[in-house]
């Protein structure tokens, strides 16, 4: 059975909490100078759950030192505004800090996906494109056709996709990223990804077939 705690006022109704949770409830539902303190309080834990996801994910993804620290104190922001949003959504069904956890691991999974989802379609230099066709060329006239190919997609790509497309499509298709991360980190869906594809697809091999590189 689940001890009986202090009790807080919510537009809703009256609902119990623990001891703990009202700890931080009630201040940061008060004025003037308590708020102040108990934001700064909530500021300063959720910094530290940050910092300790970044640097646990940070290796992972290869980021590190001060732009893996931004990402931690930029999760701790975004993940403070959004708590406080929903402050009068807590229901006592679990502590307090266990539920203004939740808010800060879910920014820092999202800001390092995004920030490594970005940092792969950036690096568009010209060794990532010709990597591709590395491993299908089998002597050495295949691959400068190959490489002939791949410079027309290239050149595709700039030319006639919208900015959307080709972060599209460079991550699906050149970086290999898997489908589901894209549609993570874009906020898309993957009916929406799939289109935007299919339509880069096109897109190209209309360019390819202009310029001579596939038949009608």
Known sequence: MRRRGAEKVFESGIVVVDAESASWLNPLGDTG???????????????????Y???????????SGPELDDIAVQAADDAMVALLSKLATFRGESRFTSWAYRFVVLEVK???????????????DTEEWDRLPADRAID?????????LISAVRRAVDET?????RRVFVAIVVHGTPLDTV??????????????????????????????????
């Open 33 to 51: 100078v308590r708020r102040y303190v108990a934001l700064a309080r909530l500021h300063e834990m959720l910094l530290r759950v940050a910092r």
């Open 53 to 63: 996801e970044a640097y646990q994910r940070g290796p992972v993804v290869r980021i």
């Open 110 to 124: 999202n800001k390092i996906g995004r920030n490594v989802w970005r940092s792969r379609l950036d690096a568009l």
């Open 140 to 148: 050495p006239l295949s691959q400068a056709i190959q490489r002939e």
């Open 161 to 165: 996709l919208t900015e959307h497309q």
């Open 183 to 216: 549609v993570s980190e874009s906020g898309s869906n993957r009916n929406a990804i799939y289109k935007t594809v299919f339509d880069a697809r096109r897109k190209i091999r209309a360019f390819l077939t202009v310029n001579g590189y596939l038949e009608g």
